[in-house]
């Protein structure tokens, strides 16, 4: 028995909308392209998202996950990439100036592939109710709420009966609709912040629109059941995050939906030395998004937590044409540093390199850390003002994107930009 | 004799203004009243210890609240293996596994019963899983001896197991200049006590060059190279399965509610599940040992009981320490008759902190607090490298003590055939292929002439554990079964051959948490949010039964409510 031994010039990791992306963009420009992905098929977290939001960017219209997945399976389908779907990547190794991976696959057995670049986007896990400090007893009952998602939507089970969601992230808004809609009863959603976190067509459209309640400031403490979940604690905090003694409370619920956040993913190179954002949680990167390893990239949920998933398979694009440069010997010269401060909660790019051109146009994603009514975002370098723009209100769950064009003559390379928002007086 | 009983009277009589009642019980001291606080309770039986040693019976309620009884399980749920054997076990935890396994190496009939699904799911399954040096027990207590001579036998059993053990040694931090002239003592007392290895005192470099990331708040350790590490719940599975192997028989779900004897003889016990008759009957019944005892109306010691915490953190720091390390508690208090906690480097990579110590007045209230975390992160602050944000997972265990804080094991006073093994707390686990010795000898003296049974298998059989293979061989592994190549648990690179052979196994899981301790899917950094909903399929496909059916520890436990509505649009 032998082990399949093969070899391309770029490995794209996951093969959600991210990993599409940026295996066609790779190949697109003639560069041989193998795709890995663990699940049985294309599509990421898609499968499971059958809500509509998906495309108004890049298709102009509303579709519902699998649809958006659909329709760029079928984009690489059309190409030559190399897909190995149900395919788990068990160990990566760095050369000289070549990755080795070794692989299993049911179908396969054992495989090693040998590459020169790796695109991550593996997308990212879900926070769980150990990582936010729930305490009490460890019942039953208990899901995430992407599980919780997948339970319903893709085995076709109900995860339980009376309902409270913890966290009003996104997916948690969208699971108290799905599970008032399949007859269980949401009792509410409670959030720690004195403001929601997902995004606000969400609180509109899944829990206004249900009668399903919103509670800020208030938290679940403490779980109780022995076997199955028969109730939580919950409690009132103040400005400072701190509990209010005496404003416990017992709910009756069999089941709680914890939302608390995404974490980007990469456990399988955390062994190769990339450095990471402590605001991001994923790589530091360029605008090519390679990390601090040469010939590393990430994109996706897997360099950051994104709402919209156009800006995903945009990212996707953007690192698999900057792999094909990367792999052409096109080499920055210079590295300036992104420095946020106390009003933004997280950049992308963290760095620019200054290449050979005169000019450079680049998408920057930034999240503010707290709400800001008629705030003016500012990126200077060295004091010069080389960017304004101006918000009628900024919020932490709404990503915010700006182009941002620079003349290589203008910038004062020694220095950092700065980037900041503030509220206007008015 | 009765001059203790009057002592003791008085000197409760002079401790507490509310009225406790000694009355004296062949051997044992029964103390009645009622008491306000949790901690006159224990003053009052650690009182009685004094003169009466493990032999107190402390009936005092608190606040006019006794004990609570926990439900019952429903009766005739399944069928008996058996119903006649020489030896009965009562409790699948570390304890009644290792008794059973040593008892399998005779031509006896043998059979554990649990009234859990499974085995380890109580005090063996929510502990440290050190293998202590046997240090920390005063010298001529039966801690100090089984604990010696169970760490030492744990290299042996756990080849014939094939159970990982790691030995990284432990350090004894000394937080004060005042322990220095300690040093003597305590190098006399480990060898009274018989401890294995060359137990020494390093400097604070000495401790720095071992450890760089632990803080220097210290003024030196003692050393402890043989102390060990394991999975408890791994060793447990290991024991009842090497038992099973060599012919023991489990009966799970099964629960003893009745005592029968003849006399001063154990005829049978009655189950849920039926009536079961046995030569000789073994209480390993953990934090229940002394209901048992009770149930055989032979009821001459009562235990309290001590919960601890302790928390996880994540693999990725598993480079950050090796040794165990450890503050010694030297001047005891009540809750420090358990070592205080640590930081204990796991064999699976995995860094534990704890445990805490406190005292409760329940049996298996395993619900943990935000001020558990206190304590923990003071332990934690040994190592500079650790922070709140690495923790994982958390935990409580039960510890059952005695009243003078030391194990139980012996023939009872008054039964022929009944065999008592109670206060196994710490170091139970360490000291448990020890207990397990003890207790063969007094069964194989009631039984008499017993021989040895010429079939029995000296090692366990396993199933690979595929990301350990090499490449050659997972490649000849994976080409005769393709279901080691489809990586289910993505945390721990668990395979789904892997969780369809525990499936297979001498002991198969029959819940979530089964699943769980046998293959650690589920034990990473993402909680099963990505394997549950593919084991459950795997199980089901298995097991033969619903996914609705399956529970995460049995009782109710189930993990979903039913199908959702068929058919039509959704959302
Ligand atoms: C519940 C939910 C609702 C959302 N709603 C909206 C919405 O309404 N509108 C919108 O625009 N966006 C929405 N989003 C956001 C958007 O869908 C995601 O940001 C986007 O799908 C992320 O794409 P990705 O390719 O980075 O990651 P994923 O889609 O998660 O894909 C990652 C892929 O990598 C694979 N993988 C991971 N690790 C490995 C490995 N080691 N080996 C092989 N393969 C691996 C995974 O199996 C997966 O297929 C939602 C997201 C979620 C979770
Ligand atoms: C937090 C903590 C940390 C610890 N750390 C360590 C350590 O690092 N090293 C060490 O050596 N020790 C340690 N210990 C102690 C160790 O865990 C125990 O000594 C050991 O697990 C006791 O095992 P057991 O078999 O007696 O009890 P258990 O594992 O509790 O088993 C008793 C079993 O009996 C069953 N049972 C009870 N009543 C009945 C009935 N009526 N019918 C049928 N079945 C019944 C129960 O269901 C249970 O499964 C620790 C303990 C705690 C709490």
């Known amino acids: ?220 403490i403490e779980l109780h059941g022995k076997h199955r979940l028969e109730s939580v604690t919950i409690m009132d905090v103040d400005e400072n995050r701190q509990f209010i003694k005496g404003s416990e409370q017992i709910i009756t619920c069999d089941t709680l939906i914890v939302s608390v956040g995404l974490i980007p993913e990469h456990d399988m190179v955390r062994e190769l030395g990339i450095k990471y954002d402590p605001h991001t949680s994923g790589p530091i990167v360029d605008q090519t998004y390679m990390s601090n390893v040469p010939g590393i990239f990430c994109c996706g949920n897997a360099l950051h937590v994104n709402d919209l998933v156009d800006y995903v398979t945009e990212s996707g694009e953007i690192a698999g044409d900057a792999a094909v440069d990367y792999l052409n010997g096109i080499i920055p010269r210079k590295k300036i540093e992104l420095i946020i401060d106390q009003s933004i909660g997280s950049i992308i790019p963290q760095t620019i390199s200054l290449s050979a051109t005169k000019t450079f146009t680049l998408p920057l994603f930034i999240r503010s850390k707290r709400t800001m009514r008629k705030s003016i975002l500012r990126i200077t370098n060295g004091g010069n003002e080389l960017f304004t723009k101006r918000f009628n209100v900024v919020k932490p769950p709404e990503m915010i994107r700006i182009d941002l064009s620079c003349e290589i003559s203008k910038v004062q390379t020694d220095f950092p930009f700065l980037i900041s928002i503030k509220e206007e007086r008015s | 004799m009765n001059n203790r009983v009057d002592r003791l009277q008085n000197t409760l009589n002079r401790k507490f203004t509310t009225k406790i009642e000694c009355s004296q019980i062949n051997d044992s001291i029964r103390l009645e009243g009622d008491l306000d606080t949790l901690s006159d309770w224990l003053s009052a039986g650690y009182l009685a210890a004094k003169d009466f040693g493990y032999k107190v019976i402390n009936d005092i309620t608190i606040s006019g609240v006794g004990p609570t009884s926990e439900p019952r399980l429903k009766e005739k749920t399944q069928r008996l293996k058996k119903n006649t054997y020489d030896v009965l076990i009562i409790g699948g935890g570390v304890i009644g596994a290792s008794v059973a396994r040593e008892l399998s190496r005779y031509k006896i009939s043998v059979c554990n019963l649990e009234k859990e699904s499974d085995v380890a799911c109580h005090t063996s399954s929510r502990n440290d899983g050190m293998i202590h040096p046997g240090f920390a027990a005063s010298p001529g207590t039966l801690k100090a001896e089984l604990n010696v001579k169970g760490n030492r036998a744990y290299s042996q059993i756990c080849e014939e197991l094939q159970v990982p053990l790691s030995r990284p040694g432990s350090l004894m931090l000394l937080k004060s200049r005042l322990y220095l002239p300690l040093i003597p003592i305590m190098l006399d007392r480990a060898k009274k006590n018989g401890v294995d290895g060359e137990v020494r005192f390093l400097s604070k470099r000495e401790v720095r060059r071992l450890e760089p990331n632990l803080s220097d708040d210290h003024f030196g350790a003692m050393n402890f190279p043989s102390a060990g590490q394991l999975s408890p719940y791994g060793l447990t599975i290991a024991l009842a399965e090497h038992a099973v192997q060599n012919g023991v028989d489990i009966n799970f779900n099964t629960e003893v509610l009745e005592i029968q004897r003849e006399q001063d003889r154990i005829e049978a016990v009655r189950t849920n599940n039926g009536m079961i008759h046995c030569k000789v009957l073994i209480n390993a019944a953990g934090c229940w040992s002394d209901r048992i005892a009770e149930l055989a109306g032979d009821r001459y010691f009562s235990l309290h009981f001590r919960k601890g915490v302790d928390c996880i953190l994540d693999k990725a720091l598993s480079e950050e320490q090796t040794m165990i390390a450890a503050n010694p508690i030297l001047f005891k208090t009540h809750a420090s008759h358990s070592k205080g906690g640590g930081i204990v480097p796991c064999v699976e990579g995995n860094i534990l902190i704890g445990p805490t110590a406190q005292e409760i007045f329940s049996r298996d209230d395993y619900a943990t607090h935000l001020e558990d975390f206190d304590a923990l992160f003071k332990i934690m602050s040994l190592n500079k490298r650790f922070s709140k944000k690495d923790i994982i997972t958390y935990f409580a265990g039960i510890r059952s003590c005695s009243w003078n804080e030391d194990f139980i094991i012996e023939k009872s006073p008054v039964l022929e055939n009944m065999i008592h093994i109670a206060g196994i707390q710490s170091p139970g686990l360490a000291s448990a292929p020890a207990i397990g010795e003890k207790v063969k000898g007094i069964v194989l003296k009631i039984l008499g002439d017993v021989n040895l049974d010429p079939t029995y298998s000296q090692f366990r059989k396993v199933t690979p554990n595929v990301s350990l293979l090499n490449h050659v061989d997972k490649t000849e592994l994976l080409f005769k079964r393709p279901d080691y190549g489809n990586i289910v648990c993505r945390c721990e690179n668990i395979s789904e051959g892997e969780i369809r052979d525990v499936l297979r196994s001498k002991i198969p899981p029959m819940t979530l948490d089964g699943i769980k301790k046998r293959t650690r899917s589920g034990s990473g950094r993402c909680h099963g949010a990505f394997c549950a909903p593919k084991i459950l399929s795997i199980m089901s496909d298995e097991l033969g039964i619903p996914i609705e059916d399956i529970e995460k520890n049995g009782h109710g436990s189930q993990i979903v409510m039913g199908k959702t509505k068929q058919g039509g649009t959704h959302d």
């Open chain 1, 1 to 220: 028995m032998t082990s399949a031994m093969m070899q391309s010039q770029i490995l794209v990791i996951g093969a959600g909308p991210a990993g599409i992306a940026a295996a066609i963009a790779a190949d697109s420009k003639g560069q041989s392209v193998i795709l890995i992905e663990r699940a049985e098929s294309a599509g990421g977290i898609l499968n499971q998202c059958i809500h509509d939001g998906f495309g108004s960017i890049r298709f102009g219209e509303q579709l519902c996950g699998p649809e958006y997945a659909y329709k760029e399976i079928k984009r690489l389908e059309g190409s030559s990439v190399i897909a190995y779907f149900h395919t788990t990547i068990t160990e990566i190794r760095r050369e000289e100036d070549f990755f080795l991976i070794d692989a299993v696959s049911p179908k396969k057995g054992t495989m090693t592939l040998k590459v020169e670049a790796i695109i991550l986007a593996t997308g990212c896990r879900e926070r769980s109710a150990r990582q936010i400090f729930l305490q009490g007893d460890r019942p039953s009952g208990v899901f995430t709420a992407g599980l919780a998602q997948y339970v319903i939507n893709c085995m076709g089970y109900l995860p339980g009966k009376r309902c409270v969601i913890l966290g009003s992230g996104d997916i948690g808004l969208i699971m108290a609709r799905r599970l008032t809609l399949e007859g269980s009863s949401v009792l509410g959603v409670y959030e720690i912040q004195n403001e929601p976190s997902g995004l606000s067509r969400n609180i509109v459209q899944c829990l206004n629109d249900f009668g399903i309640p919103l509670h800020l400031s208030r938290t679940v």
